[in-house]
């Protein structure tokens, strides 16, 4: 325990003394493949009981942010969404519609399901409209909560397809001159191949730090950094509880006050989806679906010019050849820091903090 605790100080230095669950690779396994079939099969067996598809899926994409180094939308998630299936806000087995509009538009009603299911087919669709006519553009609604827009938009970039995805989340932001949250954090997300095996991914919210960052802080009693967020009085806080309580900041002031506005429009009043601050909050509001929008547009790279992949490997070879200032080993394009994280993790021990399996093992008992 000593050895595992010493170990989880040097990867992930924690606050308590606290040493969590350290799930080892055995023989010929890597843990994380583990933990997504107890995964697949807690979502399909269990009380939840989606569909067996809809657990794979839903699996995939929380052991996916695990892997990228993105904990705060990982196994963290799990009693969020099985709260809201319990509480019926969340249709396990839903009844999804798909509408055509034309070869290359598609309009998807969610009926309430899990966000990744949302999610999935609208990046599929998009992905064959694209393939089928150089471009697929696809609208979803009634749908939650998604995870990473990044790992929907870098699943067409690597099918040699550029990506723009957007969705919009509960009230976290104020627009610019007003002192009430009203937009999400907003991600806005592109994903562009690169010749390689490491697509262009640029996966970035609005604000200055996830919420979904401030809430795992929040949960293991760590501060959160200087000049994120605000308590309720509009005071700068680095408590996370207090910083939920208030709002976050947008990134370059007024211009990510705009962004958020922009992703509003396109995920929620063009969908059909929830918008304005409508959108309900995953933890704490059981009142009714969440209604999240949203959009996904996917194009072939060679629309305009022929020779897309040249030109795209002779603009990153421009950059990565720049003068670097001092202690800078290398220049990354987005997407290569998550390409190493995700390699490396997916050889290394699984570490799920005990507070976290603590709220599953809760999750359990007041299900059965």
């Known amino acids: 325990m000593d050895l595992y605790e010493q170990n989880r100080n040097d990867s992930q230095p924690q606050r308590v003394n606290c040493c969590g669950s350290i799930f080892k690779n055995p023989p010929n396994h890597n843990a994380w493949k583990l933990i997504k079939t107890s995964l697949d099969e807690s979502f399909y067996e269990g009380p939840v009981r989606l569909s067996k598809k809809h657990s794979e899926i839903c699996a995939a994409a929380l052991i996916n942010a695990e892997l990228v180094g993105a904990p705060s939308h990982g196994i963290a998630r799990v009693s969020s969404y099985c709260n809201r299936i319990k509480k019926k806000v969340i249709n396990p087995r839903p009844k999804i519609k798909i509408k055509k509009i034309s070869s290359s538009i598609t309009n998807i009603d969610a009926d309430n399901a899990v966000g990744f299911i949302g999610a999935d087919l609208g990046i599929n669709h998009a992905i064959q409209n694209a393939k089928k006519t150089g471009i697929?553009?696809?609208?979803?609604k009634n749908s939650g909560h998604y995870g990473l827009s990044g790992y929907y938009a870098e699943r067409a970039a690597k099918k040699g397809l550029v990506a723009l995805c957007f969705t919009n989340a509960p009230p976290a932001i104020a627009p610019h001159g007003a002192k009430k949250t009203l937009f999400g954090t907003n991600p806005i997300c592109f994903a562009a191949p690169t010749g390689t095996k490491v697509p262009f991914v640029l996966d970035t919210s609005i604000s200055?730090?996830?919420?979904g960052k401030i809430r795992r802080a929040a949960k293991l009693g760590e501060k959160i950094p200087q000049g994120v967020a605000l308590d309720k009085n509009g005071n700068p806080t680095t408590d996370p509880k207090k910083a939920l309580e208030g709002l976050q900041l947008p990134i370059a002031g007024f211009r990510g006050s705009g962004l958020a506005w922009m992703v509003d429009i396109l995920s929620g009043v063009l969908t059909g989806g929830n918008h304005g601050g409508k959108v309900k909050d995953p933890f704490d509001d059981f009142s009714g679906p969440q209604?999240?929008?949203?959009?996904?547009?996917?194009?072939r790279p060679n629309l305009?010019?022929?020779n897309y992949t040249k030109r795209i490997k002779e603009n990153i070879k421009r950059i990565k050849k720049l003068p670097k200032l001092k202690g800078v080993k290398k220049i990354y394009y987005p997407g290569e820091n998550k390409a190493e994280r995700f390699k490396i993790n997916s050889k290394k021990e699984i570490n799920i903090p005990s507070n976290i399996l603590a709220e599953i093992n809760l999750l359990n008992k007041s299900w059965s």
Do not use: E
């Not at 209604?291 to 194009?299: A, D, E, R, S, W």
């Open 304 to 306: 305009f010019v022929k």
């Open 291 to 299: 209604n999240i929008g949203h959009l996904f547009i996917v194009f």
């Open 208 to 211: 200055m730090i996830n919420r």
């Open 136 to 140: 697929g553009l696809v609208g979803v």
